[in-house]
Protein backbone atom coordinates (compact mmCIF):
# COMPACT_ATOMS: atom_id res chain seq x y z
CA UNK A 1 0.00 0.00 0.00
CA UNK A 2 2.99 2.32 0.70
CA UNK A 3 3.59 2.33 -2.78
CA UNK A 4 0.13 3.40 -3.81
CA UNK A 5 0.33 6.47 -1.32
CA UNK A 6 3.28 7.34 -2.79
CA UNK A 7 2.57 6.76 -6.52
CA UNK A 8 -0.73 9.05 -5.86
CA UNK A 9 1.25 11.64 -3.92
CA UNK A 10 3.58 12.00 -7.40
CA UNK A 11 0.48 12.06 -9.55
CA UNK A 12 -0.95 14.86 -7.44
CA UNK A 13 1.18 17.18 -7.11
CA UNK A 14 3.98 17.02 -9.92
CA UNK A 15 2.18 14.87 -12.12
CA UNK A 16 4.55 15.64 -15.65
CA UNK A 17 7.68 16.38 -13.39
CA UNK A 18 10.71 14.58 -12.37
CA UNK A 19 9.42 14.03 -8.60
CA UNK A 20 10.04 10.23 -8.43
CA UNK A 21 8.12 8.16 -5.46
CA UNK A 22 9.50 5.95 -3.29
CA UNK A 23 8.76 2.20 -3.84
CA UNK A 24 9.03 0.60 -0.56
CA UNK A 25 8.79 2.03 2.71
CA UNK A 26 11.66 -0.40 3.66
CA UNK A 27 13.97 1.66 1.69
CA UNK A 28 13.50 5.15 2.49
CA UNK A 29 15.92 5.83 4.51
CA UNK A 30 17.70 5.08 1.44
CA UNK A 31 16.75 8.17 -0.39
CA UNK A 32 17.55 11.28 1.90
CA UNK A 33 19.17 14.22 0.98
CA UNK A 34 22.70 13.55 -0.31
CA UNK A 35 22.18 9.46 -0.60
CA UNK A 36 23.58 8.36 -3.84
CA UNK A 37 21.28 6.28 -5.86
CA UNK A 38 21.71 4.17 -9.20
CA UNK A 39 18.88 4.82 -12.03
CA UNK A 40 17.09 1.34 -13.36
CA UNK A 41 17.20 1.09 -17.37
CA UNK A 42 13.91 2.74 -18.87
CA UNK A 43 11.88 0.40 -20.67
CA UNK A 44 8.52 0.99 -23.04
CA UNK A 45 6.34 0.16 -20.18
CA UNK A 46 8.13 2.30 -17.75
CA UNK A 47 9.63 5.55 -19.33
CA UNK A 48 9.22 7.22 -15.76
CA UNK A 49 12.85 7.29 -14.20
CA UNK A 50 13.11 4.80 -11.26
CA UNK A 51 15.74 4.41 -8.75
CA UNK A 52 17.75 1.36 -6.72
CA UNK A 53 19.63 2.46 -3.39
CA UNK A 54 23.62 2.43 -2.99
CA UNK A 55 23.90 2.44 0.86
CA UNK A 56 26.40 5.42 0.70
CA UNK A 57 25.36 9.02 1.21
CA UNK A 58 27.85 11.31 -1.06
CA UNK A 59 29.94 12.25 1.73
CA UNK A 60 30.95 8.95 2.18
CA UNK A 61 32.98 8.97 -1.14
CA UNK A 62 34.39 12.39 -0.87
CA UNK A 63 37.59 13.05 1.12
CA UNK A 64 37.95 15.62 4.28
CA UNK A 65 38.45 18.86 3.31
CA UNK A 66 42.13 20.28 3.16
CA UNK A 67 43.07 20.49 7.45
CA UNK A 68 40.04 18.78 8.27
CA UNK A 69 39.71 14.82 9.32
CA UNK A 70 35.88 14.98 9.62
CA UNK A 71 33.45 13.90 7.08
CA UNK A 72 30.55 15.11 9.13
CA UNK A 73 27.21 15.64 7.21
CA UNK A 74 27.60 17.83 4.42
CA UNK A 75 25.68 21.36 4.82
CA UNK A 76 25.00 21.11 8.27
CA UNK A 77 24.73 24.52 9.60
CA UNK A 78 25.48 25.91 6.09
CA UNK A 79 23.73 27.90 3.86
CA UNK A 80 22.04 26.22 0.57
CA UNK A 81 19.23 24.41 2.12
CA UNK A 82 15.68 24.64 3.22
CA UNK A 83 12.54 23.09 4.20
CA UNK A 84 8.78 24.06 3.98
CA UNK A 85 5.70 22.27 4.47
CA UNK A 86 2.70 21.60 3.60
CA UNK A 87 -0.73 19.57 3.74
CA UNK A 88 -1.96 17.07 1.05
CA UNK A 89 -5.62 15.42 0.70
CA UNK A 90 -7.38 13.17 -1.17
CA UNK A 91 -10.53 11.12 -1.63
CA UNK A 92 -11.73 8.32 -4.26
CA UNK A 93 -14.83 6.13 -4.42
CA UNK A 94 -16.10 4.01 -6.60
CA UNK A 95 -19.03 1.13 -7.54
CA UNK A 96 -18.74 -2.03 -9.60
CA UNK A 97 -21.73 -4.36 -10.68
CA UNK A 98 -20.68 -8.01 -11.85
CA UNK A 99 -20.13 -11.10 -11.03
CA UNK A 100 -17.09 -13.55 -11.34
CA UNK A 101 -16.36 -17.02 -10.80
CA UNK A 102 -12.46 -17.61 -9.02
CA UNK A 103 -10.74 -20.31 -7.87
CA UNK A 104 -9.25 -19.77 -4.53
CA UNK A 105 -7.22 -22.44 -2.08
CA UNK A 106 -8.75 -25.61 -4.48
CA UNK A 107 -12.15 -23.69 -3.85
CA UNK A 108 -14.48 -22.52 -6.67
CA UNK A 109 -16.00 -19.09 -5.07
CA UNK A 110 -18.51 -17.04 -7.40
CA UNK A 111 -18.95 -13.74 -6.26
CA UNK A 112 -21.64 -11.47 -7.53
CA UNK A 113 -23.80 -8.35 -6.30
CA UNK A 114 -21.59 -5.29 -6.22
CA UNK A 115 -18.92 -3.35 -4.47
CA UNK A 116 -17.82 0.42 -3.28
CA UNK A 117 -14.01 1.02 -2.85
CA UNK A 118 -13.61 4.16 -1.39
CA UNK A 119 -9.87 5.64 0.06
CA UNK A 120 -8.73 9.09 1.46
CA UNK A 121 -6.36 10.58 3.22
CA UNK A 122 -4.65 14.26 4.43
CA UNK A 123 -1.14 14.01 4.90
CA UNK A 124 1.94 16.94 6.49
CA UNK A 125 4.72 17.01 3.84
CA UNK A 126 8.17 18.68 4.38
CA UNK A 127 10.08 19.60 1.58
CA UNK A 128 13.80 19.48 2.16
CA UNK A 129 16.51 20.29 -0.08
CA UNK A 130 20.15 21.33 -0.83
CA UNK A 131 20.41 23.69 -4.07
CA UNK A 132 21.58 22.75 -6.91
CA UNK A 133 24.14 25.68 -6.78
CA UNK A 134 25.44 25.08 -3.28
CA UNK A 135 26.32 21.42 -4.07
CA UNK A 136 28.23 22.13 -7.25
CA UNK A 137 30.40 25.12 -5.29
CA UNK A 138 31.60 22.08 -3.65
CA UNK A 139 33.44 20.64 -6.54
CA UNK A 140 36.15 22.74 -5.41
CA UNK A 141 36.12 22.27 -1.46
CA UNK A 142 35.77 18.16 -1.47
CA UNK A 143 37.60 15.80 -3.36
CA UNK A 144 36.43 12.49 -4.80
CA UNK A 145 37.69 9.11 -2.98
CA UNK A 146 38.64 6.90 -6.19
CA UNK A 147 40.06 4.37 -4.09
CA UNK A 148 37.03 3.98 -2.22
CA UNK A 149 35.67 0.58 -3.29
CA UNK A 150 32.09 1.82 -4.25
CA UNK A 151 33.89 4.44 -6.31
CA UNK A 152 36.04 1.66 -7.88
CA UNK A 153 33.27 -1.15 -8.29
CA UNK A 154 30.70 1.69 -10.02
CA UNK A 155 33.74 2.42 -12.55
CA UNK A 156 34.43 -1.24 -13.49
CA UNK A 157 30.72 -2.21 -14.03
CA UNK A 158 29.82 1.42 -15.94
CA UNK A 159 27.06 2.66 -13.70
CA UNK A 160 25.87 5.73 -13.45
CA UNK A 161 25.58 7.62 -10.67
CA UNK A 162 22.84 10.11 -8.81
CA UNK A 163 22.44 12.18 -5.50
CA UNK A 164 19.63 13.00 -4.43
CA UNK A 165 19.17 16.49 -3.77
CA UNK A 166 15.59 17.25 -2.93
CA UNK A 167 12.93 14.96 -1.11
CA UNK A 168 9.42 15.18 0.50
CA UNK A 169 9.35 13.70 3.73
CA UNK A 170 6.27 13.02 6.45
CA UNK A 171 6.10 15.62 8.77
CA UNK A 172 4.18 13.35 11.21
CA UNK A 173 2.93 10.01 11.56
CA UNK A 174 -0.04 9.52 9.25
CA UNK A 175 -2.04 6.14 8.79
CA UNK A 176 -3.71 5.59 5.47
CA UNK A 177 -6.83 3.47 4.99
CA UNK A 178 -8.41 1.64 2.06
CA UNK A 179 -11.92 0.29 2.90
CA UNK A 180 -14.26 -1.89 0.45
CA UNK A 181 -17.92 -2.75 1.53
CA UNK A 182 -19.55 -5.54 -0.45
CA UNK A 183 -23.04 -6.41 -1.23
CA UNK A 184 -24.51 -9.41 -1.98
CA UNK A 185 -22.30 -12.26 -2.17
CA UNK A 186 -19.62 -9.71 -4.01
CA UNK A 187 -16.32 -10.60 -2.07
CA UNK A 188 -14.76 -7.18 -1.86
CA UNK A 189 -11.74 -6.91 -4.29
CA UNK A 190 -10.36 -9.68 -6.15
CA UNK A 191 -7.36 -10.41 -3.57
CA UNK A 192 -7.25 -13.74 -2.99
CA UNK A 193 -7.32 -13.62 1.11
CA UNK A 194 -10.43 -11.86 0.65
CA UNK A 195 -12.29 -14.04 -1.92
CA UNK A 196 -13.89 -16.96 0.27
CA UNK A 197 -17.31 -16.98 1.09
CA UNK A 198 -19.17 -14.33 3.63
CA UNK A 199 -16.79 -11.72 3.57
CA UNK A 200 -18.32 -7.95 3.64
CA UNK A 201 -15.62 -5.61 4.21
CA UNK A 202 -12.12 -5.42 3.96
CA UNK A 203 -9.47 -2.60 4.93
CA UNK A 204 -6.35 -1.99 3.93
CA UNK A 205 -3.90 -0.01 6.13
CA UNK A 206 -0.27 1.53 6.95
CA UNK A 207 1.34 3.67 9.37
CA UNK A 208 3.89 5.68 7.71
CA UNK A 209 6.13 6.96 10.75
CA UNK A 210 7.20 10.41 11.05
CA UNK A 211 10.43 11.93 8.88
CA UNK A 212 9.65 8.91 6.49
CA UNK A 213 10.35 10.13 2.64
CA UNK A 214 7.83 9.63 0.31
CA UNK A 215 10.01 11.11 -2.84
CA UNK A 216 12.68 12.98 -4.58
CA UNK A 217 14.96 14.36 -7.08
CA UNK A 218 18.44 13.34 -8.02
CA UNK A 219 20.82 14.82 -9.89
CA UNK A 220 23.33 12.64 -12.29
CA UNK A 221 27.06 12.72 -11.00
CA UNK A 222 29.71 12.10 -13.42
CA UNK A 223 32.99 10.91 -12.92
CA UNK A 224 35.93 11.75 -15.05
CA UNK A 225 39.64 11.13 -14.29
CA UNK A 226 38.88 10.90 -10.07
CA UNK A 227 36.88 14.18 -10.53
CA UNK A 228 33.22 14.89 -10.20
CA UNK A 229 31.05 16.99 -11.41
CA UNK A 230 26.70 17.14 -11.77
CA UNK A 231 25.05 16.40 -15.00
CA UNK A 232 22.39 19.22 -15.58
CA UNK A 233 21.12 17.61 -19.13
CA UNK A 234 21.80 14.19 -19.29
CA UNK A 235 21.96 12.84 -22.42
CA UNK A 236 19.72 9.71 -21.83
CA UNK A 237 16.75 9.18 -24.68
CA UNK A 238 13.64 9.15 -23.26
CA UNK A 239 12.07 5.48 -24.61
CA UNK A 240 8.18 6.69 -25.33
CA UNK A 241 5.09 4.62 -26.48
CA UNK A 242 4.53 6.15 -29.77
CA UNK A 243 0.95 6.60 -31.09
CA UNK A 244 1.69 5.32 -34.81
CA UNK A 245 -0.54 1.95 -34.37
CA UNK A 246 2.21 -0.98 -35.49
CA UNK A 247 5.48 1.12 -34.84
CA UNK A 248 4.47 0.64 -30.74
CA UNK A 249 4.19 -3.06 -31.46
CA UNK A 250 7.41 -3.44 -33.34
CA UNK A 251 9.33 -1.28 -30.61
CA UNK A 252 7.73 -3.70 -27.85
CA UNK A 253 8.38 -6.86 -29.37
CA UNK A 254 12.22 -5.73 -30.25
CA UNK A 255 12.64 -5.02 -26.49
CA UNK A 256 10.99 -8.24 -25.37
CA UNK A 257 13.47 -9.85 -27.71
CA UNK A 258 16.69 -8.30 -26.63
CA UNK A 259 15.39 -8.87 -22.85
CA UNK A 260 13.75 -12.28 -22.94
CA UNK A 261 14.92 -14.56 -25.44
CA UNK A 262 17.14 -16.65 -23.60
CA UNK A 263 14.31 -17.89 -21.33
CA UNK A 264 13.33 -19.29 -24.92
CA UNK A 265 16.11 -21.69 -24.80
CA UNK A 266 15.47 -23.23 -21.36
CA UNK A 267 14.21 -26.92 -21.47
CA UNK A 268 11.07 -28.04 -20.17
CA UNK A 269 12.34 -28.68 -16.97
CA UNK A 270 14.00 -25.37 -16.41
CA UNK A 271 10.56 -23.52 -17.74
CA UNK A 272 8.77 -25.51 -14.93
CA UNK A 273 11.19 -24.30 -12.05
CA UNK A 274 10.93 -20.59 -13.27
CA UNK A 275 7.30 -20.79 -13.44
CA UNK A 276 6.92 -21.64 -10.10
CA UNK A 277 9.15 -18.95 -9.01
CA UNK A 278 6.99 -16.34 -11.03
CA UNK A 279 3.85 -17.53 -9.31
CA UNK A 280 5.64 -17.11 -5.74
CA UNK A 281 6.53 -13.74 -6.36
CA UNK A 282 3.15 -12.63 -7.84
CA UNK A 283 1.95 -13.92 -4.55
CA UNK A 284 4.27 -12.90 -2.07
CA UNK A 285 5.78 -9.73 -2.51
CA UNK A 286 7.96 -10.23 0.05
CA UNK A 287 9.59 -12.99 -2.48
CA UNK A 288 9.41 -10.64 -4.83
CA UNK A 289 11.60 -8.40 -3.25
CA UNK A 290 13.74 -10.85 -2.29
CA UNK A 291 14.47 -12.19 -5.39
CA UNK A 292 14.55 -8.79 -7.28
CA UNK A 293 17.36 -7.87 -4.93
CA UNK A 294 19.47 -11.30 -5.91
CA UNK A 295 19.11 -10.34 -9.66
CA UNK A 296 20.26 -6.82 -8.82
CA UNK A 297 23.42 -8.56 -7.09
CA UNK A 298 24.02 -11.03 -9.60
CA UNK A 299 23.82 -8.09 -12.01
CA UNK A 300 25.99 -5.74 -9.61
CA UNK A 301 28.60 -8.02 -8.99
CA UNK A 302 28.54 -11.92 -9.98
CA UNK A 303 31.37 -13.28 -8.65
CA UNK A 304 30.40 -12.58 -5.01
CA UNK A 305 26.57 -13.05 -5.25
CA UNK A 306 25.34 -15.89 -3.36
CA UNK A 307 22.15 -17.56 -4.51
CA UNK A 308 20.42 -18.48 -1.20
CA UNK A 309 17.39 -19.02 0.29
CA UNK A 310 15.02 -20.27 2.92
CA UNK A 311 11.80 -19.77 0.29
CA UNK A 312 10.26 -23.45 -1.19
CA UNK A 313 9.46 -21.14 -4.03
CA UNK A 314 12.42 -19.58 -5.09
CA UNK A 315 15.23 -22.68 -4.03
CA UNK A 316 14.79 -24.36 -7.76
CA UNK A 317 15.38 -21.10 -9.74
CA UNK A 318 17.95 -20.46 -7.62
CA UNK A 319 19.78 -23.39 -7.80
CA UNK A 320 19.37 -23.72 -11.37
CA UNK A 321 20.95 -19.75 -11.67
CA UNK A 322 23.83 -21.09 -9.35
CA UNK A 323 24.38 -24.17 -11.98
CA UNK A 324 24.02 -21.62 -15.36
CA UNK A 325 27.35 -19.36 -14.67
CA UNK A 326 27.63 -19.10 -18.40
CA UNK A 327 24.31 -17.48 -18.74
CA UNK A 328 23.98 -16.09 -15.12
CA UNK A 329 24.00 -12.79 -16.35
CA UNK A 330 21.63 -13.10 -19.04
CA UNK A 331 19.12 -15.02 -17.07
CA UNK A 332 19.55 -12.48 -14.31
CA UNK A 333 18.55 -9.77 -16.69
CA UNK A 334 15.17 -12.11 -18.21
CA UNK A 335 14.17 -12.42 -15.04
CA UNK A 336 14.80 -8.27 -13.56
CA UNK A 337 12.63 -7.47 -16.81
CA UNK A 338 9.89 -9.80 -15.98
CA UNK A 339 9.85 -8.26 -12.57
CA UNK A 340 10.30 -4.89 -13.75
CA UNK A 341 6.89 -5.42 -16.05
CA UNK A 342 4.85 -7.45 -13.17
CA UNK A 343 5.85 -4.36 -10.39
CA UNK A 344 3.53 -2.21 -13.17
CA UNK A 345 0.84 -4.06 -12.54
CA UNK A 346 -1.81 -3.95 -9.87
CA UNK A 347 -1.88 -6.50 -6.86
CA UNK A 348 -5.55 -7.79 -8.64
CA UNK A 349 -4.07 -7.88 -12.10
CA UNK A 350 -1.78 -10.86 -10.85
CA UNK A 351 -4.33 -12.35 -8.92
CA UNK A 352 -6.12 -12.35 -12.10
CA UNK A 353 -3.14 -13.78 -14.42
CA UNK A 354 -2.91 -16.50 -11.52
CA UNK A 355 -6.33 -17.31 -12.21
CA UNK A 356 -6.01 -17.16 -16.33
CA UNK A 357 -3.16 -19.64 -16.26
CA UNK A 358 -5.45 -22.24 -13.85
CA UNK A 359 -7.84 -21.57 -17.05
CA UNK A 360 -5.51 -22.15 -19.54
CA UNK A 361 -6.49 -18.53 -21.62
CA UNK A 362 -3.21 -16.73 -21.08
CA UNK A 363 -2.17 -17.53 -25.08
CA UNK A 364 -5.43 -15.94 -26.01
CA UNK A 365 -5.24 -13.26 -23.83
CA UNK A 366 -1.86 -12.39 -24.97
CA UNK A 367 -2.89 -12.40 -28.86
CA UNK A 368 -5.78 -9.86 -27.57
CA UNK A 369 -3.49 -7.69 -25.61
CA UNK A 370 -1.06 -7.16 -28.69
CA UNK A 371 -3.95 -6.20 -30.52
CA UNK A 372 -4.40 -3.58 -27.99
CA UNK A 373 -0.94 -2.07 -28.46
CA UNK A 374 -1.44 -1.46 -31.91
CA UNK A 375 -4.41 1.09 -31.29
CA UNK A 376 -5.20 4.46 -29.58
CA UNK A 377 -9.43 5.56 -29.16
CA UNK A 378 -11.65 3.33 -30.10
CA UNK A 379 -11.29 -0.02 -32.16
CA UNK A 380 -12.57 -3.75 -32.87
CA UNK A 381 -10.51 -6.70 -32.11
CA UNK A 382 -11.30 -9.51 -34.33
CA UNK A 383 -13.92 -12.05 -32.94
CA UNK A 384 -11.73 -14.64 -32.57
CA UNK A 385 -9.50 -13.30 -30.21
CA UNK A 386 -12.52 -12.81 -28.29
CA UNK A 387 -14.17 -16.42 -28.29
CA UNK A 388 -14.05 -17.61 -24.83
CA UNK A 389 -15.39 -20.98 -24.19
CA UNK A 390 -16.49 -20.32 -21.03
CA UNK A 391 -18.17 -17.22 -19.91
CA UNK A 392 -16.11 -16.30 -17.03
CA UNK A 393 -12.82 -16.34 -18.87
CA UNK A 394 -14.43 -13.83 -21.10
CA UNK A 395 -14.98 -11.46 -17.97
CA UNK A 396 -11.72 -12.23 -16.24
CA UNK A 397 -9.96 -10.97 -19.41
CA UNK A 398 -12.38 -8.09 -19.40
CA UNK A 399 -11.02 -7.43 -16.08
CA UNK A 400 -7.64 -7.94 -16.68
CA UNK A 401 -7.37 -5.09 -19.87
CA UNK A 402 -9.40 -3.12 -18.04
CA UNK A 403 -6.90 -2.53 -14.98
CA UNK A 404 -4.43 -1.60 -17.42
CA UNK A 405 -7.01 1.22 -19.27
CA UNK A 406 -8.80 -0.35 -21.80
CA UNK A 407 -12.12 -0.69 -21.78
CA UNK A 408 -12.92 -3.91 -23.50
CA UNK A 409 -17.06 -4.75 -24.11
CA UNK A 410 -18.45 -8.25 -25.28
CA UNK A 411 -18.55 -7.56 -28.77
CA UNK A 412 -15.16 -6.95 -29.56
CA UNK A 413 -15.30 -3.13 -29.38
CA UNK A 414 -12.32 -1.20 -27.18
CA UNK A 415 -11.64 1.75 -26.19
CA UNK A 416 -7.52 2.39 -25.20
CA UNK A 417 -6.27 5.65 -24.20
CA UNK A 418 -2.90 7.17 -25.07
CA UNK A 419 -2.41 6.99 -21.05
CA UNK A 420 -2.72 3.40 -21.01
CA UNK A 421 -0.21 2.58 -23.38
CA UNK A 422 2.73 2.12 -21.37
CA UNK A 423 0.39 -0.38 -18.83
CA UNK A 424 -0.96 -2.43 -21.80
CA UNK A 425 2.71 -3.10 -22.88
CA UNK A 426 3.87 -4.34 -18.91
CA UNK A 427 0.55 -6.35 -19.18
CA UNK A 428 1.85 -7.85 -22.45
CA UNK A 429 5.60 -8.44 -21.51
CA UNK A 430 3.48 -10.56 -18.24
CA UNK A 431 1.53 -12.48 -20.61
CA UNK A 432 4.17 -13.32 -22.42
CA UNK A 433 6.91 -14.62 -20.01
CA UNK A 434 3.73 -16.51 -18.05
CA UNK A 435 3.01 -18.02 -22.20
CA UNK A 436 6.57 -19.12 -22.91
CA UNK A 437 6.95 -20.71 -19.48
CA UNK A 438 3.78 -22.69 -19.55
CA UNK A 439 3.78 -23.91 -23.12
CA UNK A 440 7.49 -25.32 -23.20
CA UNK A 441 6.17 -29.22 -23.46
Same mark, same amino acid.
Given at each position: ???????????????????????????????? #????????????????????????????????????? !??? &?????????? *?????? =???? +????????????????? $????? &?? @???????????????????????????????? +??????? =?????????????????????????? %? /????? %????????? $?????????????????????????????????????????? $?? &?? *?????????? #?????????????? *????????????????????????????????????????????????????? !?????????????? %????? #???????????? @? #??????????? !???? =?LVREH? +???GGFSV?????????? $??????????????? =?????? *???????? +?????????????? /???????
Amino acid at each position: MFKKVTQSLVNQIDPKGDLVPVQSILDHEHFR #LLCLVRRKRKTIFCPSPRYKRTCYRFDDVLLPREGDK !STE &FLFLNEAGQG *SSQFTV =KKSF +SDKVDGSLSLCVDSTRV $KVQGA &FS @LSKGWSIKLEKNHISVPRLDALRTERKLNVNH +SFIKQLQ =KTGQNLYIVHETLENSEETSFEESTK %A /DGSFA %AQLYAELCT $KGTRESNESIIIPKGCTLAFRAIHLTITDGSWDLDYFPGESS $KK &FV *SDGEQCVLLL #LTEVGQNLTILSKL *SSDLCAVFLKAIKGVMRDRNLFHELSQKMEAVLDETDSCELKTESPDLKDLLS !SLQDSSGHLLKLAG %AITYT #LDALDELTENQL @L #LLLESLEEKIV !SQQL =KLVREHT +SHLGGFSVDASLFSFSQE $KDEKITIALVGMSGV =KLQKDG *SAVCTEEA +SSATAALYVSLYVL /DLLSNSD
